[in-house]
């Protein structure tokens, strides 16, 4: 009898395997958890709103468009954060793949932005267009991006030293080895527990978005519960209780996700990432360079604008900045500076 049930069993075990191996592997486990947690938290604070406040029940027969505007910013943020957890943050293998296969995926600024950003604020963007590519692929893939990536360094750096020991490819600046995704992430952010992925060059922007709806989603919702408190605060006092708890976990979630906000768009607008902020001190090629300095900002409304406008089929490298250009960028503020808007 011990006999067929194993055999049952273990069929049902291979089958779910077969059809979820999510189940089955450890990471990806507590990935979809904490996915279904985060579903779940959305539809508790929406579902205890709709089940206990009468008035808004009301509002809603009234005025339609006031909760299909919050229903909206719920589904809205909910999806956007399903869209950046499956977006890829931008690998460099990736990137050196899309080298080989084509000789146009890796564009760099054309020579009209590289003056205008040099002459404001003496930054330098790379410029690497197709022709180089073309020219490079007689050679190796391997080869190629290893001469590419190299002319971004100083003259005379070793490709040992930029070379990840774990995936074997040459890092451009600003990449990063990933010990959770186990890969090397060009514009290394941060590897993002809550999302599951990494944050990187190519879903930064994403993230960003989805940080802003969370943060309003919860605002708005922070407002609806003040004011049921307000209008029935002499109810049923197990109401208040449960509004109130999860009214304090509302606050903490708020004041976090505001100061992320912030944070995160001040490094948009200075072109940093986490990691360059929070390591400086430990990346070689930040080592030396001023505290207040910026080295890859190109100005605030260029910044703004590779930040946003990026295409995300294109793969941006970008070069250590020379010495003049760290001394320009160093350079105290005149009234004549200010006058020229020299950080926009
Ligand atoms: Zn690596
Ligand atoms: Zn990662």
Redesign the pocket.
């Known amino acids: 009898m011990v006999g067929p049930i194993k055999d049952a069993w273990n069929r049902v075990s291979d089958s779910c395997r077969y059809h979820f191996p999510c189940l089955f592997d450890p990471a990806r486990r507590s990935a979809m958890m904490l996915k279904v947690a985060l579903v779940a938290l959305h539809l508790i604070y929406a579902g205890v709103l709709f089940l206990l406040d009468e008035d808004l029940i009301q509002k809603t027969k009234e005025e339609p468009w006031y909760t299909s505007l919050y229903l909206l910013l719920f589904v809205a943020a909910l999806a956007q954060y399903f869209f950046t957890a499956g977006s890829s943050p931008g690998f ?1 293998l990736d990137a050196m793949r899309v080298c080989d296969e084509s000789d146009a995926l890796i564009k760099r600024f054309n020579s009209e932005q590289r003056q205008s950003a040099s002459s404001n604020n003496g930054s330098l963007p790379v410029t690497v267009d197709g022709s180089q590519f073309h020219r490079n692929r007689l050679e190796s893939s391997t080869s190629s991006w290893t001469k590419l990536v190299m002319s971004m360094y100083p003259p005379g750096s070793s490709v040992r030293n930029w070379t ?6 040459v ?1 451009p600046p600003r990449s ?3 010990q959770d995704c ?3 992430v060009l514009q290394f952010d941060h590897h993002c527990v809550w999302l599951g992925t990494c944050i990187g060059q190519r879903n930064h922007c994403r993230f960003w978005w989805y940080i802003l709806e969370e943060t309003v989603l919860c605002l708005w919702t922070e407002i609806l519960y003040i004011s049921y408190l307000k209008s029935n605060i002499l109810r049923a006092w197990w109401n208040d209780a449960i509004i109130i708890v999860l009214l304090i976990a509302l606050s903490f979630c708020l004041i976090f996700l505001l100061l992320l906000l912030l944070f995160h768009s001040y490094l948009v607008l200075t072109n940093q990432t986490t990691y360059e902020l929070v390591r400086r001190r430990r990346i070689p090629y930040l080592r030396e360079i001023p505290e207040r300095v910026y080295p890859f900002s190109n100005g605030i409304c260029q910044n703004v604008y590779n930040f946003c406008c990026a295409r995300s089929s294109l793969y941006y490298l970008e070069p250590l900045p020379r010495a003049h250009e760290i001394e320009a960028k160093a350079r105290p503020y005149t009234c004549l500076d200010i006058l020229r808007c020299r950080c926009c």
């Open positions: 460099v990840c020991p774990f995936c074997n490819v890092q990063k080895h990933c186990d890969k090397c």
